[in-house]
């Protein structure tokens, strides 16, 4: 396994995984993934046996990022890394590539931020995500709901 920046070759396949992924990461277009891919502080993907098996998007603050979830870590944090999306393919779960993702990202921002943050569905509710974060020292700090109060995320950080 590799974890390498994404390049323009890789967004149909990321494209793809994230659309696997809906509800629990939001849907988007390729037009949304090329600007991730020429914005994010953050953009990797994890490559097993040649084939794109995971991508983590970060980002800072100070992005025109409309995500409500995004602003609400903008409006409440001074500076933080926030994991926007991360999604791995079916055939390569419970393999640790989410969680290499997340170490990667860390390193990234150690001796910038403090705190990484991010978001988890609690409705619907994505319970595997919510103790998968919660393994991995995430405590939530907050709840905000969105799409017209019919989906809801826990708020959650992690200090770095």
């Known amino acids: 396994m590799r974890i390498t920046n994404v390049k323009p070759s890789d967004l149909d396949s990321v494209l793809r995984l994230n659309e696997d992924a809906v509800p629990h990461v939001g849907r988007i ?3 949304q993934m090329k600007w991730f891919a020429s914005t994010a502080h953050y953009f990797r993907v994890v490559r097993h046996e040649g084939q794109v098996a995971g991508f983590l ?3 800072r603050p100070g992005l025109p990022y409309t995500s409500p ?3 609400w870590f903008s409006e409440n944090y001074t500076d933080f890394g926030y994991v926007d999306r991360v999604a791995v393919s079916a055939t390569a779960r419970r393999m640790g590539i989410a969680s290499r993702l997340y170490d990667d990202f860390a390193a990234t921002l150690r001796g910038e ?3 990484m943050t991010c978001e988890v569905n609690i409705r619907p509710a994505n319970e595997t995500s919510m103790q998968y974060h919660r393994q991995h020292g995430f405590v ?8 017209g109060g019919t ?3 826990a708020l959650l950080e992690k200090r770095l």
Do not use: H, M
């Open 151 to 153: 989906k809801e995320v």
């Open 29 to 31: 277009d390729l037009a």
């Open 113 to 115: 931020v403090d705190v």
């Open 69 to 71: 979830n995004y602003r």
């Open 57 to 59: 998007i970060g980002l």
């Open 140 to 147: 939530q700090v907050g709840t905000l709901q969105t799409e």
